[in-house]
């Protein structure tokens, strides 16, 4: 489920993009980069990955919350930004 960015000359002439994640229960996994920040977008990426979050949340029932700093929590569970672009992500990878 991780995601993995572009080349760094694929991303020459493009808009920046920035990396969401899920975190939960003490690990991150990246699923994917978007150009805009967004709360609708991070909607999005959890509809898009429910199934997984479904499966990380077990039989927990609460109310799903949205903050800026935070991105969408639920419960042990959050999609959220980074704070990293897809360039930082690809030069990482690359140092390795």
Known sequence: MTATPRTLTQMQHRLTS??????????????????????????????IHSPEIIALLGDWTGDATYSNAQG????????????????????????I
């Open 18 to 47: 920035y990396e969401v994640a899920l975190t939960a229960h003490g690990n991150t996994t990246s699923l994917g980069f978007t150009e805009r920040k967004t709360r609708a977008v991070l909607l999005s990426l959890v509809r």
């Open 72 to 95: 969408w929590t639920f419960g042990p569970t959050r999609i959220h930004f980074t704070g990293r672009t897809e360039r930082d992500v690809a030069s990482e990878m690359n140092r």
